[in-house]
Antibody, heavy 122, light 106 residues
Framework: EVQLLESGGGLVQPGGSLRLSCAAS????????MNWVRQAPGKGLEWVSA????????YYADSVKGRFTISRDNSKNTLSLQMNNLRAEDTANYYC???????????????WGQGTMVTVSS | DIQMTQSPSSLSASVGDRVTITCRAS??????LNWYQQKPGKAPKLLIY???TLQSGVPPRFSGSGSGTDFTLTISSLQPEDFATYYC????????FGQGTKVEIK
């Protein structure tokens, strides 16, 4: 079964750090670009970051650039998101999502995890 | 950055109704437009990619059309399980989502 399982969420104080992980199974992880998408409580979806299949190229939303770092370990089928200098507005459910259908580099997100909640509050 | 605007933000409809949701891009995105469905407490689910290609396993009552800046998602006959929030997403340059359209029971 194709599956993505996020972990690492929790409560953190403003200015603090957190590292999210996403464990992939059921597909050849090293062949696909991966993404993080977040959703604040009661709000819409916001794309956060992407990484290509090799890990060489990374991309970020302006709202997190310079504070978040996306990475992957293809030997362990794991995607990560290091989040530093967290703000209240980073409070959200964070999903990892696999790119996989459509034209390469323009492909849609065909597999999503269940999400992990990050709460930034003092 | 490319902005995506959906309309309406919400709608009320009955089972069996034909429903159309519109998504407009702030610049041309060719056909790099995807549609997702999200139910409360669940992860989004891909419905349509590349503007009009139905994702595997998605019922054919869902269809998509458009190119350039204007796109539509149509549900030909609304079913009870279709009450959800729908998001468009551009994949032309990076990724941006629309603000969502909530489809509620009338």
């Amino acid at each position: 079964e194709v599956q993505l399982l996020e972990s690492g969420g929790g409560l953190v104080q403003p200015g603090g750090s957190l590292r999210l992980s996403c464990a992939a199974s059921g597909f050849t992880f090293s062949s696909f670009a991966m993404n993080w998408v977040r959703q604040a409580p009661g709000k819409g979806l916001e794309w956060v970051s992407a990484i290509d299949y090799s890990g060489y190229n990374t991309y970020y939303a302006d709202s997190v650039k310079g504070r978040f770092t996306i990475s992957r370990d293809n030997s362990k089928n794991t995607l990560s998101l290091q989040m530093n200098n967290l703000r209240a507005e980073d409070t959200a459910n964070y999903y990892c999502a696999k790119q996989g259908v459509g034209e390469l580099k323009h492909d849609a997100f065909d597999i999503w995890g269940q999400g992990t909640m990050v709460t930034v509050s003092s | 950055d490319i902005q995506m605007t959906q309309s309406p933000s919400s709608l009320s409809a009955s089972v069996g109704d034909r429903v159309t949701i519109t998504c407009r891009a702030s610049q041309s995105i060719s056909s790099y437009l995807n549609w997702y469905q999200q139910k409360p407490g669940k992860a989004p689910k891909l419905l349509i990619y590349a503007a009009s290609t139905l994702q595997s396993g998605v019922p054919p009552r869902f269809s998509g059309s458009g190119s350039g800046t204007d796109f539509t998602l149509t549900i030909s006959s609304l079913q009870p399980e279709d009450f959800a929030t729908y998001y468009c997403q551009q994949s032309y340059s990076s990724r941006t989502f629309g603000q969502g359209t909530k489809v509620e029971i009338k």
